[in-house]
């Protein structure tokens, strides 16, 4: 069966103006905000409090994905956004730029509790088999060029015209995006039960809860290798590069570009390899990705060994980095595939509510842990450590996966 049917076409095509829309938008409010500001802190604490509403909302917006016709969950949510950041250019002003930005990352973070879950859980809904691991990959391939092609557009279009066009290129995005998904074809069964919203609620969470804490524990336990594996991938990414490259070497932020621009590549190319291997990377083999993500972290630390060679220390760090990005890409595209796979489809938004959920509160965590350690401890013990202890876990996870191979549909 082919992968690119007609329903997943007009997925993608419609997660390319989404992501493109979200994109140029983060990135010319962070530059609005950075000018009239003139403080980073500012931005980033507004968009730390933003994603407040979509770590706590998410499993809610698995419920909806569940019980709700997943095409009209996306046109609606797809509408909205683009109606609120319509909304927000048509009263943005120098005045009240704060207060206008906050709250519409605010709304933002709301509909994407709603709108990831139900995205992810439309994919085995529209293909099988392999073609889901191929689909997973297409997405974060998509996700992938979008977050390394918007930035520059957007710095482009930023230079030559104001926020409000930039918002309004947004909207239009998103108006795009929800036209394609009205032509998206989902199965949809009503539930033949009356019950009040408050009681569907409450069942829907026991009935998952039920069913990942004692049916179908490697679920689960799936969940929490994703987790710690980001919990270690996004503090060494997150908090280690920007310090490696700019406080401990000493170099200027055009090598810091130009490292964020070959991690963008290397999510692209592993993203590309799990697709063209769906076939020979089977579920035994994660664990052989999971302990490489450690692997490539120990030259990082050793060559910090070798005095006076900024330009190795800084090319054997990005290419380590790129070969952490490609793995844990790998690993995860495999990993949510097999949770979408083992899973039944009345369950799937809101396993993928849990995994959306769950990495989003390990990524702040993994931050302030590895700050707190880069400032205490050298760059060699905490990169040589870090890359031990995610090489054991990827060797205690082999026998795990192995018995994945027997799980229940």
């Known amino acids: 069966m082919k992968l690119f049917t007609r329903n997943f076409t007009l997925l ?18 962070s530059m609005y905000i ?34 709700a016709n997943r095409r009209t ?45 139900t995205v992810q859980a439309c994919i085995p809904s529209i293909l099988t088999g392999d073609n889901i691991t191929k689909g997973n ?28 066009f930039m918002m309004y290129i947004s909207t239009i995005f998103f108006f795009i995006t929800a036209f394609l998904e009205c032509f998206i074809q989902l199965h949809y069964q009503p539930s033949s039960k009356k019950e009040t919203i408050l009681s569907t609620i409450k069942q829907d969470f026991l009935f998952s809860l039920r069913f990942i804490l004692k049916e179908q524990t490697n679920i689960l336990k799936i969940l929490l290798f994703t987790a710690l594996s980001r919990f270690f991938v996004m ?14 070497l000493a170099l200027n932020a055009n090598y810091y570009g130009v490292a ?14 799990a697709g063209l291997f769906v076939k020979k990377i089977n579920t035994q083999k994660l664990s052989f990705f999971l302990s490489l993500i ?42 949510v595939s097999l949770i979408q796979q083992k899973t039944p489809n009345h369950f799937i938004g809101k396993m993928m509510a849990y995994t959306s959920a769950i990495t989003l509160c390990v990524q702040p965590i993994g931050q302030m842990v590895y700050g707190f350690l880069f400032d205490h401890f050298s760059i060699f013990f905490i990169l040589i450590s870090t890359g031990i202890m995610v090489c054991v876990i990827g060797l205690l996870s082999i026998r795990f996966f192995k018995s994945l191979e027997t799980l229940p549909e």
């Open 260 to 273: 964020e621009s070959a991690l963008a590549v290397a999510t692209i190319i592993g993203s590309i390899l």
């Open 137 to 164: 990959a297409v997405v974060n391939q998509v996700a992938s060029i979008s977050h390394f092609i918007a930035p520059m557009l957007g710095g482009i279009l930023y230079s030559l015209f104001s926020l409000k």
């Open 73 to 117: 969950i996306m046109v609606v949510l797809d509408g909205l956004t683009g109606f609120f950041i319509l909304c927000a250019a048509i009263f943005l002003s120098e005045n009240n730029a704060f207060t206008v930005i906050s709250i519409l990352l605010v709304l933002l973070s709301v509909l994407g509790a709603f709108e990831t879950p």
């Open 34 to 67: 950075l000018e009239l500001s003139g403080s980073a802190t500012i931005f980033a604490g507004i968009l730390s409090v933003a994603m407040i509403p979509t770590i706590i909302l998410s499993p809610f917006g698995g419920i909806l994905a569940d019980r």
């Open 12 to 29: 993608i095509l419609g997660q390319v103006f989404s992501l493109f829309g979200n994109f140029i938008l983060k990135f010319a409010l």
């Open 235 to 248: 503090g060494v990414l997150m908090v280690g590069l920007p310090y490696i490259v700019r406080t401990v």
């Open 294 to 335: 450690g692997i490539f972290m120990i030259p990082m630390g050793l060559v910090f060994l070798i005095p006076n060679n900024i330009t190795l220390k800084y090319v054997i760090n990005v290419s380590s980095l790129c070969g952490m990005q490609i793995s844990i890409s790998i690993f995860s595209i495999f990993a």
